[in-house]
């Protein structure tokens, strides 16, 4: 599990000039380009953070995009784990999960590597986000098992339904703007009362907001939220779980 | 003595299917996955396999061999039935998979020897046995991709046996490398049988499962026919294999221009019945029969053996045996006799060609048409394709002993062994 994990981290920049640094170069590029549509073209301006009084749009934006990049790697390459490495599954026999698993724990590598940066910057800033980091790293850790949990269900899907991956491509672009990242949240509370209720059904924006308290902030997310994140994220991840160890066996032949 | 692999009434199914909707949409337009037909790979096979024993599976292409090693192996999941493995298990099913071509032969080892089931001290400790029986110390730093085919497999085969399982499962994996690697495998399986680990092997070579295996279990159509002592399940297996061989076997070519056919090639015995088989030292004759589309000016009739692995054994054509009539019309025959077949133990295909005074056209060429086995029959010699008549005699010594008091070697007792 922790040499398939290597294998991951390894692999992925392999004979690449800058290595490593990509994994921290391909989200600062991201959030510069973000943060000017964003912030100078659209104009997006959100509240200050309270109670740090931050004001400073890439670490907002950071906050909250950060965390959904991994969400997003982690169910994309997850997913195509298993079929990925068909030649594997059907020649070896060894717990299929852990593909799944060490898909996660590379991407988690890379992610933990993200926020540090970004708490280096949050408090070169004036920021305070040390207090709460131990929610943030409670957050990040269930942001894992909540993306690893889906990932599990997509990546049996995959193997029966090839086109699984295309469509999640699609349907993870709309998630994206379903959840208050390159803007606030309260730009839709505000709107209607039905609407802010189930706009908070995901839990993203829920992820999202908690980790904006935590990070931005500098305060602790609200108990519902806390619960709210706890309950979904183990729920999916052992749904997830169940569904792929049902499936594994066949998954050689499937293939 | 006790059980290391029960096999239980094991079946596996596969679908067919005759449509296979891996998209969504045609799913959800069908109102079902796909349709397919069932087939049945294995069908309530039983049998165990003893501690320290080494069990060979034979069978026909499509027998069921591979599907049965997999589910021994955990890759595939029996629909019925049940195996149960005592101890530990490593399978060779394909060497170097999960092989990353970017890394390098020391990190592969590492990921592969722990996707075996291998944890990193055990890995510590071996490294140097497992890169040291691959014999690529030199290119252990280089990405795999790099590798050349039969190092790539090395790497693979020694990671996989340096595991040391109590149940080792192959996969027609013994024949890769070169002849010094596939004897240092041997080695390997024979230390491996010496320490009393159990072995299951899947091979087409019968002389190899012959030797190797104590038991072996024979499917069919997925069905278990015969399980028992090697030898015997082996002549089995291999007697109803054979019948009686038919006059043009696969494989056999055919060109010429067609003026003049070989419409059938025939060996005929010492009384001038055809037959396919002839002992050392009979006296055969081979017949071409052959017809014309139009008269032919002085042809040649040539024949020529090569044995079944292809080695050209002989060649004679009529213009150098001096008989080249001078025009041929119609239906007719033309004998070759062999007073006593010089030839030793084995399987032999003949050549027949019809070609014209200067050789260079061929009017009928006829590749493999007749092939005829040859068992052991006077004289008796010890190995290869020929028999030479050669005798053993005028022994001359330094020692004081009379030659009369030398023991008598029974012929082919410490010779190499005949080629079957």
Known sequence: MINLTQREIKGKYKRTVLGQAWSLVNPIAIMAMYAVVFAFVLKARPEAGDPSGLDVFALWLASALLPWMFFNNVVVTGMGSIVGNANLIQKVYFPRETLVLSNSMSWLFTFAIEMAVLVLATLLFGGEPLLTLPVTIVLMALLAAFATGIAFLLAVANVYFRDTQHFVGIAMQLWFYATPIVYPVSLVADAHPTIATIYRINPMERFSEAFRNTMYDGRLPSLGTMAYVVVVSLGVLCLGYVVFRRREGRLAEEL | ?420
């Open chain 2, 1 to 420: 003595m006790s059980t290391a692999i029960t096999v239980d009434g094991v079946s596996k199914r596969f679908r067919l299917y005759k449509e296979r909707n891996q998209s969504l949409k045609a799913a959800l337009m069908r109102g079902r996955r796909a349709s397919y037909e069932e087939f049945w790979a294995l069908r309530d096979v039983s049998f165990e396999i003893p501690t320290g024993s080494t069990f060979g599976l034979i069978g026909e292409n499509g027998s069921g061999k591979s599907t049965l090693l997999k589910c021994i192996a955990r890759i595939l999941q029996p629909d019925n039935g049940r195996v149960s493995v005592n101890g530990s298990m490593a399978a060779l099913l394909e060497l170097g998979s999960g092989f990353h071509p970017e890394l390098s032969g020391r990190e592969n080892v590492y990921l592969n020897g722990s996707i075996l089931g291998m944890k990193k001290p055990e890995i510590d400790r071996k490294f140097d046995s497992i890169v040291d029986f691959a014999g690529i110390e030199q290119f252990i730093d280089q990405p795999v991709k790099n590798y050349s085919s039969g190092m790539y497999v090395r790497l693979g085969f020694s990671v996989a046996i340096n595991i040391d399982p109590d149940v080792l499962l192959v996969d027609e994996v013994l024949a890769v490398g070169d002849a010094m690697f596939q004897e240092k495998c041997m080695e390997k399986f024979a230390e491996f049988r010496r320490a009393g680990k159990t072995v299951v092997i899947v091979s087409h070579a019968m002389g190899s499962m012959r030797s190797l295996c104590d038991n072996v279990a024979w499917l069919k159509h997925g069905e278990l026919i015969e399980v028992g002592p090697s030898n015997d399940v082996v002549d089995t297996y291999v007697d109803e294999g054979h019948v009686e061989r038919v006059e043009s076997p696969d494989g056999s070519a055919r060109w010429g221009s067609g003026e003049a056919q070989l419409t059938s090639i025939e060996m005929l015995d010492a009384r001038g019945e055809p037959t396919t088989r002839a002992h050392t030292g009979d006296q055969v004759t081979f017949r071409m029969h052959f017809d014309t589309t139009k008269p032919i000016d002085k042809p040649v009739f040539g024949l020529a053996l090569e044995t079944v692995e292809g080695t050209y054994v002989w060649g004679h054509h009529s213009r150098d045996g001096n008989l080249v009539p001078d025009r041929i019309e119609g239906r007719g025959s033309i004998d070759l006799v062999v007073p006593a077949l010089p030839l030793q133990t084995n399987t032999y295909d003949l050549n027949a060609s019809i070609v014209d005074y200067t050789t260079t056209h061929t009017y009928d060429f006829r590749r493999a048409c007749y092939r005829f086995d040859v068992l052991n029959g006077t004289p008796h010699e010890s190995g290869g394709l020929v028999v030479l008549g050669g005798r053993w005699g005028h022994l001359t010594a330094a020692s004081p002993e009379p030659a009369s008091n030398t023991t008598t070697i029974p012929s082919g007792a410490t010779a190499p062994s005949t080629r079957k």
